[in-house]
């Protein structure tokens, strides 16, 4: 790879950087794309957190700029998961907001909190089972196409591949029991067509695919099929 100048850390490509991995200047911490980054895995600059592509957080996970919170797409919160501005609660899409919005459901608002027990079962059922929706290839595992397409990689060490999304949550909702199933069916404002314009899923569909049980019995020529008697005629 190309060594940048100035560079006490390791295998950088940018300059003045005493962390490693870094093609942006002036970062002490890792794998910065961005420059003067004390944190690790920001595209953005001058961020002490992590995983930023915004510019100035402390906190991490941040695409917008100013955040002490985490997870903002907004500026200048001190809440978390923000799309708004300046807003000190949380999940919040507009401005100056104290206090935590109700969970939006179907495009309808519900009387639920993001941290009800509904919306943490609803969400470790969908974390334990829609996976693999972008999935961090390493170097070591690339192909030459993927590393033409992806030169970065000789910075990063890899790169993140994106799947098809519905396919996912396809293979997912295969996973599900029932119970997590009917979970999902049961959130409040649940509107099939929504549901399947998001996950390809068509529920109607899904509830019609049964398990065929056969059952026969040869000396008398009946046959059932699920739970239904049928006589076979010579």
Do not use: A
């Not at 993927?146 to 994106?162: Q, V």
């Not at 295969?174 to 099939?192: V, Y």
């Amino acid at each position: 790879m190309t060594e940048g100048k100035n560079n006490s850390g390791n295998r950088n490509s940018g300059n003045r950087n005493s962390g490693n991995r870094n093609s942006g200047d002036f970062n002490s911490g890792d794998f910065n794309s961005g420059d003067y980054n004390s944190g690790d895995r920001n595209s953005g600059n001058r961020n002490s957190g992590d995983f930023n592509s915004g510019y100035y957080n402390s906190g991490s996970y941040n695409s917008g700029y100013y955040n002490s919170g985490s997870y903002n797409s907004g500026n200048c919160n001190s809440g978390n998961r923000n799309s708004g501005h300046c807003n000190s609660g949380d999940r919040n899409s507009g401005y100056f907001n104290t206090k935590t919005s109700k969970v939006r459901l179907f495009n309808l608002e519900s009387d639920l909190d993001f941290n009800s027990d509904v919306i943490v079962e609803i969400i470790d059922i969908i974390n334990r089972n829609i996976k693999d929706v972008c999935v961090w290839i390493y170097e070591d595992d690339m192909t030459d196409q993927e590393k033409e397409e992806y030169p970065t990689y000789k910075t990063t060490g890899g790169y993140l591949k994106k799947r098809d999304y519905k396919y996912c949550w396809k293979k997912g909702w295969e996973k599900m029991s029932k119970e997590e199933r009917e979970k999902i069916k049961s959130l409040p404002n649940f509107c099939p067509k929504i549901f399947e314009e998001i996950t390809g899923i068509d529920i109607n569909l899904s509830d019609q695919k049964k398990d065929i049980v056969i059952k026969s019995n040869d000396l008398e020529g009946i046959i059932e099929l699920n739970g239904v008697k049928y006589k076979r005629i010579d």
